[in-house]
């Protein structure tokens, strides 16, 4: 069932397993800043599609989270979000208290948690690591949330040492590499991608996708796809995505000079706005290639989501990227900001049948599938539920 209360935040509760059967455990309250809604329908669908999974491992799960964006100032969105969770947090005694992000969410976990002396997980996705470590205020007090979690998840092995490394854990304390998982079920091989999408069957195609901000590297991207269509190794380049950035890397596509063809590149780059996800499992299963140049990165699960559609990868040696792209089957890792190096090794995988990349880069994918990756984060989950209980910090386990 669905409830919102106030109407500015969701408030969804649906039935696990252990929920169904009475079991009392892995029984959540999950709090994210990000989380789809009719206008963004892909803002934070990760975390959406995790607490599904996290149901079908079993868990009970309500979830507050934002639903409307445009139309508040961004201390009232986090006031009434975090009223929100206080209120559910008493009103339905869960086990744990589970917040995605550092900032500000960590900070709305602990008000929770405590407001009911319930344990809280927290996790860490990327860039919210950077915002944490602001000298401001709310800041602050999200830094002391991190070192008051019983636990803290990371999505990736990088991120997590840098937390570390930044001093945001208490000593000790329990930590874990969890990312979110990837939708096999949606993303996975799409045969007659080219036809659906009105592709040439030997166009050779280069992808990106993802938000158009610096952090990206898609600069770096549209500037190595120049010297792969000057040379004569790639045809096209498609873009998928919405940002800042958008207006200045189109004046960038349009300005490359393709060289010996004449022109410009800008006819071979495709700008396309962000799209559903099972249209962007036939943009990577159209794609020979898809690249993420990130000059930071929390994981890059884009990367995993390509490689369900059987198409291997060319990332940057940042963050969590080297744990997907792990061996050579899958895709090519170099330096970020390199454009010479990017386009030698987009011209490398091109160079290579990708039909002899698929089966590795579905089995890579399928290893960190979002059922997966559920059945780890539950493990966490009851971890803490267990401790908390034998502390006697849970007044009722069955609530």
């Known amino acids: 069932m669905s409830e919102a209360k106030p109407d500015a935040v969701l408030v969804d509760v649906r039935l696990g397993e252990a929920g169904r059967a009475g079991a009392g455990t892995g029984r959540v309250l999950l709090i994210s800043n990000m989380w789809p809604t009719r206008r963004r329908p892909m803002f934070g669908i990760f975390v959406a599609r995790h607490v599904e999974a996290l149901r079908k491992a079993g868990a009970e799960v309500a979830v507050v989270a934002p639903r409307r964006f445009a139309r508040m100032p961004v201390p009232l969105r986090y006031l009434l979000l975090t009223l929100a969770a206080v209120a559910e947090v008493l009103r339905r005694r869960p086990s744990v208290i589970v917040a995605h992000y550092a900032y500000p969410t960590a900070l709305i976990g602990l008000v929770a948690a405590r407001s009911a002396r319930r344990p809280l997980v927290l996790v860490i996705h990327g860039t919210d690591v950077q915002s944490v470590l602001r000298r401001d205020p709310v800041a602050s007090l999200c830094r002391r949330a991190l070192r008051s979690a019983d636990a803290v998840v990371a999505v990736s092995a990088a991120l997590l040492d840098e937390a570390r490394r930044s001093s945001l854990f208490a000593s000790p304390q329990l930590t874990a590499v969890v990312n979110m998982g990837v939708d096999t079920g949606v993303f996975k091989p799409v045969p007659d991608a080219r036809q659906r999408l009105g592709l040439d069957a030997g166009t050779r195609i280069v992808a990106f996708a993802g938000n158009l901000v610096p952090t990206k590297g898609v600069d770096v991207l549209i500037d190595a796809f120049g010297r792969l269509a000057e040379?004569?190794?790639?045809?096209?380049?498609?873009?998928?995505?919405?940002?800042?950035?958008?207006?200045?890397?189109?004046?960038?596509?349009?300005?490359?000079?393709?060289?010996?063809?004449?022109?410009?590149?800008?006819?071979?780059?495709?700008?396309?706005?962000?799209?559903?996800?099972?249209?962007?499992?036939?943009?990577?299963?159209?794609?020979?290639?898809?690249?993420l140049p990130s000059r930071r990165e929390g994981l890059g699960l884009?990367?995993?989501?390509?490689?369900?559609?059987?198409?291997?990868?060319?990332?940057?040696?940042?963050?969590?990227?080297?744990?997907i792209i792990s061996h050579d089957e899958v895709g090519v890792l170099v330096d970020p900001d390199a454009p010479e190096q990017l386009a030698q090794a987009i011209a490398q995988v091109l160079a290579r049948s990708k039909d002899g990349c698929t089966d590795a880069c579905i089995r890579r994918a399928r290893a960190e599938s979002c059922d997966a990756k559920a059945r780890e984060m539950l493990a966490v989950i009851l971890a803490v539920e267990r401790a908390a209980t034998a502390d006697g910090d849970l007044d009722s386990a069955a609530g």
């Open 231 to 291: 040379e004569g190794h790639a045809d096209v380049l498609v873009i998928i995505g919405s940002g800042p950035e958008r207006e200045a890397l189109e004046i960038q596509a349009d300005s490359t000079v393709r060289g010996s063809f004449g022109g410009s590149v800008r006819e071979s780059i495709r700008f396309v706005d962000p799209v559903p996800a099972e249209v962007l499992a036939a943009w990577f299963s159209a794609a020979d290639v898809v690249v």
């Open 302 to 323: 884009v990367l995993l989501e390509a490689m369900a559609c059987g198409t291997p990868c060319v990332g940057t040696r940042v963050g969590g990227i080297p744990e």
